[in-house]
């Protein structure tokens, strides 16, 4: 009778103590595969943003480099130009157009 009654509710509320916590066993489980998963996602992330913004920087150091390449290059052209046209008006026109043809 009454101990068959306690013994039984004994047995059912263990059972579900067990049922419970082997729940909430498998929920802090798939917790942590799941959290696992996030951070592993998260680093693969930043380490693909690193690397493009590694190549960005890269990127603009060589477009500054060619900037700063065809500056100099046009600046060159620039002072050899003044050169020759300032050399031209100190030298005068040639010794040719002085000259006069007695024909």
Do not use: Y
């Amino acid at each position: 009778g009454l101990e068959q009654q306690i013994a039984l509710r004994l047995k059912t509320a263990g059972s579900q103590r067990s049922s419970v916590l082997h729940f909430e066993r498998d929920i802090i489980s798939k917790s942590h595969s799941l959290l696992h998963k996030s951070l592993q996602d998260h680093t693969l992330k930043k380490a693909a943003k690193d690397e493009l913004l590694k190549q960005e920087w890269a990127r603009q150091i060589e477009m500054k480099q060619t900037a700063k390449a065809m500056e100099t290059a046009v600046n060159k052209c620039l002072v050899d130009s003044m050169r020759r046209s300032t050399k031209k008006l100190i030298t005068g026109p040639t010794r040719s157009a002085n000259t006069i043809s007695l024909g």
